[in-house]
DNA sequence: AAAAGGAATTGAACGTTGTTTAAAACTTGG
DNA sequence: CCAAGTTTTAAACAACGTTCAATTCCTTTT
């Protein structure tokens, strides 16, 4: 049995997260299970419940560190440099985001590939997570837009940070079919962003114009 | 014990997937265990395993029923009409979109939010059927490229879909923050719409004229 | 008609899962 | 040092996918 005094509460809490988060990197959503984690910090099963409600309340902490880890790469520097262009910046982001999917795969289905009961999801903190991930590309899209037109860029980030998830989620759950040759998911999300970005200017014109 | 001159081979394939389909759609996929089908058309857990070869593979064939589904929505004359111009028509198709993955949930989530293992999707005649659902979209982009484009027409078509994919997924998963009010994923698929294919015809202008 | 052969069906079993709960083990305060 | 209060545990429950030997059934042959 383990000791009482081996963990305080936080510290053991924070264990079954770190040891959650292992698993899942090592094979996905299948290799987290309540005795699984729990053989392999020394405690018992029940323990975890002693912790976290239930075992989507756990997968519920995971994705949100998942939503951190992503925060910080579509925030970073790299995708939004005052040097480049916001187009370029828009790029690297798509990019980067990508390149999440594909290294981080296990963490990344698990956040979009796993079905859990909405009112799990529907939790406050967790949705504020979510929605700082639009902020970057709000960001980058500033320049197109005037002061008076804050609800139409918000709309432009969600619709473009959505059909570029579309198009990375359609490319890793193989259910988007190539073109030909090495067309793949990231050219198209270039094509995309040169396109919506093109398109948008116009529209604004038009809609303001008359 | 379960006569088996009760249905032929075929006839009892296809009650199993009749009756697998009926569970997704009154309770999704958790409602749909070997068991509780088996129950339900009075046959033994094991009867199934000898018609389908496993519980995945099941699943795979209630999605195709369901691709079909979307195929024949998505190539309805309400989203071809050669009387409406080529934007109405898909934002007619990104609405019917939208409806069938409200209206028919279970399934569209067994789809789209189930992860099966990788080597499952790959079969063929599943890839066949994605693939299909390309061709409605393809064809309203026509008149938007000329007959030397014909590869970065394919790519726009998956591009849009995807991208009215993702919005789609994101508010049904509750992962799209709104913009505000009445602001959803429909009005959002709209503005894409307009913005992106303004775009494309000035891209493809810049590309092809420099 | 009876027996034989082949195929479909079955119940039971295995190992797994999430979750609950009474009892045991532990820590702490008086 | 004992009593009170927590934490941990083992065991149990119900359900899951899946396998398999045994049974049952149908067809064919004799």
Redesign the pocket.
């Given at each position: 049995?383990?000791?009482?005094?081996?963990?305080s509460?936080e510290e053991?809490q924070t264990l079954i997260l770190d040891t959650a988060w292992t698993l899942v990197g090592q094979g996905g959503t299948?290799?987290?299970?309540?005795?699984?984690?729990?053989s392999k910090i020394?405690?018992?099963?029940?323990?975890?419940?002693?912790?976290?409600?239930?075992?989507?309340?756990?997968i519920l902490r995971v994705n949100g560190r998942t939503l951190d880890e992503l925060f910080a790469v579509l925030n970073s520097p790299a995708c939004n440099d005052p040097a480049h262009s916001p187009v370029q910046n828009m790029k690297k982001m798509a990019a980067l985001y990508m390149e999440f999917a594909k290294t981080r795969a296990p963490y990344w289905l698990m956040l979009f590939n796993t079905a859990l009961p909405p009112e799990r999801t529907e939790i406050t903190w967790y949705q504020e997570k979510i929605d700082l991930l639009f902020a970057p590309l709000e960001t980058q899209l500033t320049s197109f837009f005037t002061a008076g037109q804050e609800k139409r860029k918000k709309m432009a980030a969600r619709i473009l940070w959505s059909s570029i998830h579309g198009l990375c989620f359609l490319e890793e759950t193989d259910k988007l079919p190539l073109v030909s040759g090495k067309i793949g998911a990231l050219d198209m999300a270039n094509y995309l962003i040169e396109s919506f970005v093109s398109g948008v200017v116009i529209v604004n014109k038009l809609k303001s114009g008359g």
């Open positions: 049995m383990a000791r009482r005094s081996d963990h509460r053991l299948e290799t987290l299970s309540a005795r699984k984690l729990a020394g405690y018992a099963a029940g323990t975890i419940y002693n912790h976290f409600d239930s075992m989507d309340d756990l």
